[in-house]
């Protein structure tokens, strides 16, 4: 049964599944169980749906709509390949509505899949939303739930791309004109996110180099994920020759973004953060406003973040729980997760908070920072340069009992060395993972003092893919953090797990 219906693409997150097993029947069934779960669960009169650069994007994104349609509710469709963020910011604008974005991020072009969203921009994932989310769908999908409507909802194109420009643009303070010839370089991996980023900062007046910028869902450069070293091979050599003041590198569909400075320096996303975090920060004035940073954040960024005036929470992985629980915390404003997502909750007018993203507002505030504090920029640099990371990286496993042996044998290894561990955020949640740390406290303000040779290693089971365990290392010597990541993949090794992964 399982094989059959495909309910492996029913993930922590999304719907994410090879398109080979996405069949046209399948792909309709889908969408029959979510039209019933939108209008008897949420009560949504309508769906906005978009779809991003892949090939496969159209076709699914037209199944789902007929049946969304026929079941009576309008449908609110956005041409031709779009960007999440402007998925997102569509959604805004129609917040009594459910939303789905169809396509599959940084996964192989080969990958399709479904960002779900009920009324108020709200996520759904698995057990997150009316009546378990993610986890009602599935059963609904398995039920085979259909049922057409004897008042079919009705379809109209809608055109936000301008109002969504102009939002980005005033939120990041950026007038026409004012990032005048400020040199940009963007590389946009043939994903959604070139249109926007040209027309937006084509209006602020900056003297951009755009790079693969026309939506080309084949993904000829390879998986449209800014983590490849072959996929920015070009785009570094590019950025390396050129004289900018900063570089972007977008994913798929364009909600993640990586920095650089000249010279092709990589600026890790804690401290892309911290150095935007005094503009928002301004946005937001309340005496006790907080901000979550994911537990890979490296904590030297964490404490410049503090000192900003925010309190700096330890936040879980994972999009749909960050938006979650910036809602349930009416403290927090923001979060920023190490793999370069960016988070806020946006109001539009009157509406909101919408606990959601904007890469294109970021992009634009951080070359905006950047142009007006420089200075602020080669701080981040220096003091980055004073640590050592191993960015995130996978191993996959013949099953999950060697997984979870292999990553209980890491966690003694680093309690041996004199690590302690955390499991869950200060409000009790469970982290889904485990960060450890030796040297450094758990709670990081802007006067936190750190050891010599502090460590940070953070571990998860991977929630998009199969048999996929993560681990990330950071640490204040090279030589820690080298052996670290030798450690971990000597333990995997020892339990079946595969080479190195990156993605």
């Not at 037209?62 to 041409?79: F, K, N």
């Not at 091979?233 to 973004?257: H, I, N």
Request: proline fraction near 5%; aromatic fraction near 10%; charged fraction near 20%.
């Amino acid at each position: 049964m399982e094989s059959e219906l495909n309910l492996s693409m029913f993930r922590a997150y999304d719907i994410r599944t090879p398109a080979e097993y996405l069949t046209p029947e399948l792909a309709e069934r889908l969408a029959h169980a979510e039209a019933r779960y939108f209008r008897e669960i949420l009560q949504a009169p309508g769906v906005v749906v978009a779809h991003d650069a892949r090939l496969t994007g159209p076709e699914y994104l037209t199944t789902a709509a007929s049946v969304y349609q026929a079941s009576g509710l309008d449908v609110y469709y956005l041409p031709g390949a779009t960007s999440t963020s402007h998925f997102y910011f569509t959604a805004m604008q129609h917040p009594e509505c459910a939303a789905v974005m169809f396509g599959a991020s940084h996964n192989p072009a080969g990958d399709t899949g479904q960002k779900i969203l009920g009324p108020g921009v709200v996520p759904i994932a698995e057990h997150i939303g009316p009546a378990g989310g993610l986890d009602c769908i599935r059963e609904l999908y398995l039920a085979g739930a259909s049922g057409a409507s004897t008042h079919p909802g009705h379809f109209r194109a809608v055109d936000s791309l301008g109002d969504y420009l102009d939002y980005s643009l005033s939120l990041a303070g950026v007038a026409p004109g004012s990032l005048e010839g400020v040199p940009v370089f963007q590389d946009y991996l043939c994903g959604a996110g070139g249109r926007e980023m040209a027309l937006a900062f084509g209006r602020a007046g900056a003297m951009l180099t755009p790079l693969h910028y026309a939506a080309d869902g084949r993904f000829p450069l390879g998986d449209p994920n800014p983590v490849k070293d072959a996929v920015v091979r070009e785009g570094k050599r590019v950025l390396s020759q050129g004289d900018f003041l900063a570089g972007f590198f977008f994913d798929g569909d364009a909600d993640r973004m990586d920095v650089y400075g000249s010279g092709a320096r990589y600026l890790s996303s804690s401290f892309v953060y911290a150095a935007i975090l005094p503009h928002i920060r301004a946005r937001f004035p309340d005496e006790d406003a907080a901000v979550f940073a994911d537990l890979k954040s490296n904590p030297l960024a964490v404490m410049q973040m503090a000192r900003a005036g925010v309190t700096v929470k330890v936040i879980r992985n994972g999009h749909s729980q960050i938006k979650d629980s910036i809602l349930a915390d009416p403290e927090v404003f923001g979060a920023v997760e190490e793999s370069a997502h960016f988070y806020e909750a946006f109001t539009l007018g009157s509406q909101g908070p919408f606990a959601t993203e904007n890469t294109l507002y970021l992009a634009l505030l951080v070359t905006r920072a950047w142009k007006e504090h420089p200075e602020r920029f080669e701080e981040l640099f220096e003091l980055q340069a004073t640590t050592s990371r191993e960015r995130e990286w996978g191993h996959y496993f013949p099953n999950d009992g060697s997984r979870a042996d292999a990553m209980e044998e890491v966690l003694r290894h680093f309690e041996a060395e004199g690590a302690l561990a955390k499991t869950e955020m200060d409000s009790g949640m469970d982290l889904e993972a485990t960060m450890m740390r030796r040297g450094l406290p758990f709670d990081i303000d802007q006067s936190t003092q750190v050891a010599e040779n502090w460590l940070q290693v953070c571990q998860r089971i991977s929630q998009s893919e199969n048999g996929l365990a993560r681990w990330e290392v950071v640490a204040a010597r090279p030589e820690d953090a080298r052996e670290a990541a030798e450690a971990i993949r000597r333990i995997v090794a020892s339990h079946g797990g595969s080479a190195p992964h990156q993605g």
